[in-house]
């Protein structure tokens, strides 16, 4: 099973603590027997003028991202599918010594 994780590392805001960029992270995770595979989309996206980063909540980040970028099950999607290109590669690379 595949669990999805968001976090927001840094975050712009102006000299009135209004926040002009946020920072996103949306990670990805599946361990199959003793194998982890994980995958990460990242960026950012404007704030806004009544976005005062002391009462900024988690959910309020979320809504930026998906409001502006694309939204959270076309993510998870996207992120399945590079777990899903780890788990069974299109080609593997390989060495031989002659």
């Known amino acids: 099973m595949i669990t999805y994780e968001w976090s927001f590392p840094n975050f712009e805001t102006n000299s009135e603590n209004v ?21 990460s989309l990242y960026g950012s996206c404007a704030g806004s003028e009544d976005m005062n980063f002391d009462a900024m909540t988690k959910e309020h980040c979320i809504s ?35």
Not at 23 to 39: K, L, N, P
Not at 67 to 96: F, G, R, W, Y
């Open 19 to 39: 926040v002009k960029t946020i920072h996103w992270r949306y990670t990805a995770t599946e361990t199959v027997g003793e194998d982890t595979h994980t995958a």
């Open 64 to 98: 930026c991202v998906t409001a502006n970028d694309q939204s959270e099950a076309d993510m998870q999607s996207n992120l399945a599918s590079q777990i899903e290109a780890q788990k069974n590669p299109a080609t593997v690379s390989k060495t031989k010594e002659f």
